[in-house]
């Protein structure tokens, strides 16, 4: 297969942003206002706080501020998955907070419920589908792990090979574990510009095109400075995520990380039918460099996942949103993946950074006697744990001791990183590691070993 002409005619900008459904640009905040609540980031995560603070108090003014226009960064790009785990994985909440893993694992599944429950109130329209994920096994030795995860009654089912070339037609493929319950699909953008639309109507004021500098503590307030303007703010929730923290006191604790994705031009019926994919699952792979992969409302196929690249410096720029020969790997592995759909042409290929930290899902902080909350570190799992965080902010500014202020996920700071070059070094050689894992039967060296002991080791 000639994977350079099936990318040939890819455009670079994500598939979800590249429509005519985007809303027209909201104007920059020009003056200088008053606030009870300001929220710093256009995502999800600043969205869906605004969303859950006018629904606790209609009445209280709050101000959304976008540096750039509301989804334009990781929320807006990512692969649509929206899943209840609020840890990456139950078995790394388990590594990280053994003692609340149950507690987090059901607050997730609460949390993906009331993200159900507010696409229907406010008749969002951004093609939910709550098909579930396939964990699939691409190795022999992985089929073990996932056949001993089986349990109907809390919506795990095992399937093996004979059965789940029934569903999802494969030769990679060894068997997979549908989480039948936890995770579904939606169209990223849409639901940004869909939380927008709804934000507004309840009176939230957003302004775009308007980038906070700095945050500073001014008693019975807090003073955000924009390059036009100052708002004087009872409280601030902090949404940046992947962009450099306004507080300086976690600007070591994540570093940005590119991924990658492909999407394919609709397929045929008879396209389809080589594959199966009747249940619409999303997929994902066991490995350590896993791709995953869904179906669009109008039966594209998104692949991405793979490489996570990390660049020197915690550098976040345009220029590494492409890299080609990320796009070949991904468009090899998708023919592999499904021989039977060659010739089928990627109509876009995008990148973009997305935020980590040492835990490899969110952390919290406040600053300036509690009035300012922050948020960060999803690690990719963002689209439905920042729903979460926006609860969890909002529990925080508000004073009260709550069940969630009062987790240990919310109190605890993960690892910091190091400065460099030793992050450089340190996440190269991670990288290595797992790379060599996955070509040892997904043994870990001493390395991942030494990293699982100190509390930064990663099993989703």
């Known amino acids: 297969m000639d994977v350079n002409a099936a990318l040939a005619d890819a455009s670079t900008v994500p598939f979800w942003l590249d429509t005519d459904q985007r809303p027209e640009p909201l104007p920059p905040l020009g003056e200088d206002i008053d606030a009870d609540l300001v929220i710093v980031g256009g995502g999800f995560t600043g969205l869906w706080t605004a969303l859950q603070a ?5 009445d209280r003014h709050v101000v959304l501020l976008e540096a750039n226009s509301i989804g334009w960064a990781a929320s807006g790009r990512n692969g649509g998955f929206c899943a209840a785990s609020l840890t990456h994985g139950y078995d790394n909440g388990a590594n990280h907070l053994p003692d609340e893993n ?3 694992a059901e607050l997730g599944r609460e949390n993906l419920d009331e993200i159900e429950a507010a696409v229907a109130r406010y008749s969002m329209d951004c093609e939910f589908e709550r098909t579930g994920e396939l964990d699939v096994a691409t190795e022999d030795y992985q089929v073990a792990d996932l056949r001993e995860a089986h349990d109907p009654d809390a919506g795990f089912i095992f399937y093996d090979q004979q059965e789940l070339s029934q569903m999802v037609k494969s030769p990679t493929y060894k068997g997979a574990l549908w989480d039948s319950r936890e995770v579904a699909m939606l169209n990223p953008a849409k639901l940004c510009w869909e939380l927008l639309r709804v ?25 955000l400075t924009t390059p036009e303007a100052t708002i004087a703010a009872r409280n601030v929730a902090l949404a940046t995520n992947v962009f450099p ?15 990658y994705a492909l999407m394919t031009e609709p397929l045929s019926d008879e396209q389809l039918a080589a594959i199966g994919w009747d249940g619409r699952q999303g997929i994902g792979d066991c490995a350590n460099r896993f791709h995953y992969y869904r179906l669009s409302a109008d039966n594209r196929i998104l692949f991405g996942g793979w490489d996570a690249v990390y660049h020197y410096g915690r550098q976040i720029s345009w220029k590494y949103d492409q890299r080609p020969e990320t796009f070949e790997t991904l468009a090899e592995h998708f023919f592999e993946t499904f021989p039977q759909l060659e010739g089928l042409k990627f109509t876009h290929k995008w990148g973009g950074a997305i935020d980590t930290c040492s835990r490899f899902f969110s952390f919290f902080t406040t600053a300036y006697g509690n009035k300012v909350a922050m948020a960060a570190g999803f690690t ?10 926006g609860t969890v902010m909002l529990d925080l500014l508000s004073g009260e001791r709550t069940e969630l202020t009062e987790l240990e996920m919310v109190r605890k700071l993960p690892l910091p990183f190091p400065p460099e070059p030793i992050a450089w070094l340190g996440i190269t050689m991670t990288t290595n590691a797992m790379i060599k894992a996955d070509e ?14 100190v509390g930064m080791g990663f099993d989703s």
């Open 245 to 259: 923290s306004l507080l300086k006191r976690v600007s070591l604790h994540t570093v940005p990380v590119y991924d």
């Open 102 to 104: 149950d507690r987090l």
């Open 440 to 453: 040892n039967e997904g043994r870990r060296g001493p390395l991942l070993k030494v990293l699982d002991a």
């Open 54 to 58: 006018k629904e606790r108090d209609p």
């Open 199 to 223: 934000i507004r109507e309840l009176g939230v004021e957003v302004y775009e095109g308007t980038k906070v500098t700095s945050v500073s503590d001014e008693k019975s307030t807090v003073r």
């Open 380 to 389: 990719g799992l963002g689209v439905g744990a920042s729903r979460f965080a």
